[in-house]
């Protein structure tokens, strides 16, 4: 009798290990940022939010500019977070610490892109929007650095080029006309204060494909 009680609180401890770590599991999971969100981030030295438009840079690449802003409800800096060219990602998966993304500007479908010109204010590395349809090349390509396993929403990241090595910054340099008011986003080569970014507003895709929403959306 004894030892099928015994049996009994084994089995019971055994399944409550058991739920205990799915609902950790599914609780990680429904925390992470995972393939397909659609995101903004802000950059937290700065207070300003990675925003894109149709507005072509007037000198260097000529490219979509790439600038920060401070209003939180503009549309326009929404941002679609995606695998490497021809290795996309699963549609839900957790994005993993050091992984290799692509982020793809919602309203124009171009992807967040840097390459060997200068900013136009700071003289640091341009940073643009670059492709069509969300198809570029290789210079689209970002690691995520944090600490951990998997990307979480709460953490501070970096984001580290992966063609040229510098991290995306804000160092507080403001556009003219016609951008007035909005700050330049550049490459540095040195990790530092001015590139710690953390998600806001969005959309999160779950593993089952199904849409998370959060926030204003």
């Keep these: 009798m004894e030892i099928t009680h015994?049996?009994?609180?084994?089995?019971?401890?055994?399944?409550?290990?058991?739920?205990?770590?799915?609902?950790?599991?599914?609780?990680?999971?429904?925390?992470?940022?995972?393939c397909g969100s659609l995101i903004k981030l802000l950059n937290t030295r700065h207070n300003v939010r990675l925003h894109s438009h149709d507005v072509k840079y007037g000198s260097g690449s000529g490219q979509q500019s790439v600038t920060g802003v401070e209003n939180a409800d503009d549309a326009n800096s929404y941002w679609q977070i995606r695998g490497k060219p021809n290795r996309p990602c699963q549609r839900g998966s957790a994005v993993k610490c050091g992984q290799a993304i692509r982020i793809t500007h919602m309203k124009t479908g171009r992807n967040l892109h840097t390459h060997h010109f200068s900013s136009p204010l700071s003289n640091n590395q341009e940073v643009s929007a670059f492709g069509e349809q969300g198809e570029g090349d290789d210079l689209d390509v970002w690691a995520v650095q944090c600490d951990g396993d998997h990307w979480e929403r709460d953490d501070t990241v970096r984001f580290k080029h992966v063609g040229t090595d510098v991290f995306l910054s804000v160092t507080g340099e403001q556009y003219g006309h016609p951008i007035r008011g909005q700050r330049e986003v550049h490459g540095m080569s040195t990790p530092n204060q001015h590139n710690w970014w953390r998600v806001m507003e969005g959309v999160f895709i779950q593993p089952s494909q199904e849409p998370l929403r959060h926030d204003e959306l």
Excluded: D, M
Aim: with cysteine; charged share 10%; net charge negative.
């Design 6 to 34: 015994a049996v009994h609180g084994l089995v019971r401890c055994v399944l409550f290990v058991l739920l205990w770590f799915q609902c950790e599991t599914i609780g990680s999971e429904l925390n992470g940022v995972t």
